[in-house]
């Protein structure tokens, strides 16, 4: 169906559908913070950053995909080095001092994309690794019948 386009005649000026106002408030009203919790999740295959406030409220969020990167690339430390310089940039642009890291994964880019967040010149509170281990591992399988 496509978004309508709605034309002000008094000025000839064409708006998408909805309150361009509302877009703008919420741009300017981003939320400032100074602590934050920088989150890191590496696998094999990419690597996501996300910022959030102390409480775990979501305020910024990049990935290697999103940069650009495709295939195999995603997963390389070079691209994990590039989103963590996207993300202390939308650090600083929300006024954010130091963080507390929390690495979660086994891929290439969990360190790549930490040394070019702090190379920003963010603090670094903490750094603790939350990747999930298993205890007892899954269900062994059947036995095989012969």
């Given amino acids: 169906m496509g978004k309508k386009r709605i034309t002000d005649e008094t000025e000839g000026k064409v708006a998408q559908s909805g309150n361009p106002k509302v ?3 919420r741009k300017s009203g981003r939320r400032q913070s100074s602590t934050g919790v920088l ?3 590496s696998t094999y295959n990419n690597t996501k950053l996300m910022l959030c406030d102390p409480r775990g409220n979501a305020l910024s969020w990049s990935s290697s995909g999103s ?21 202390a940039e939308s650090a600083i642009s929300i006024g954010m001092k130091e963080v507390d890291v929390k690495i979660s994964g086994v891929g290439a880019g969990r360190e790549s994309a930490l040394r070019s967040f702090m190379a920003k010149g ?22 095989r019948r012969v």
């Fill in 23 to 25: 877009a703008s408030a």
């Fill in 39 to 41: 989150n890191i999740q």
């Fill in 67 to 87: 940069l650009g990167f495709k295939g195999a690339k995603k997963g390389t430390p070079f691209a994990a080095s590039k989103v963590g310089e996207i993300m």
């Fill in 122 to 143: 963010i603090g670094v509170m903490s750094i603790s690794d939350i990747t999930p281990i298993p205890h007892n591992g899954p269900r062994a399988p059947r036995a």
